[in-house]
């Protein structure tokens, strides 16, 4: 039950710094890095096991479905063929 907390309380930190991000105008990818990146330099806090499949069900969708809605179409075409040669591997 300790994991489920600890899951709801990213989720909860991950959309309060995507509003942050929104708000002060640059992209919310690098405030979540810098977040982690500071939370990793606090010395007392307990060490949290997460299963690496909760990461790729629970946070990776989310973050892929709104960068695929904020693509302008010129990247998007820029990178058609290495997007393509990814998906035939």
Request: proline share 9%.
């Amino acid at each position: 039950m300790e994991n489920y907390a600890v899951v709801i309380f990213i989720l909860a930190v991950m959309i309060g710094l995507s509003a942050i991000a929104d708000r002060i105008k640059i992209p919310y990818p690098i405030l979540l890095i810098i977040a982690g990146i500071a939370v990793g330099f606090v010395p007392s806090l307990p060490p949290i096991d997460i299963n690496p499949e909760i990461i790729f069900l629970i946070f990776l969708p989310p973050l892929l479905y709104d960068a695929a809605f904020n693509i302008s179409f010129n990247e998007f075409k820029t990178n058609i063929n290495t997007i393509f040669t990814q998906l035939l591997r």
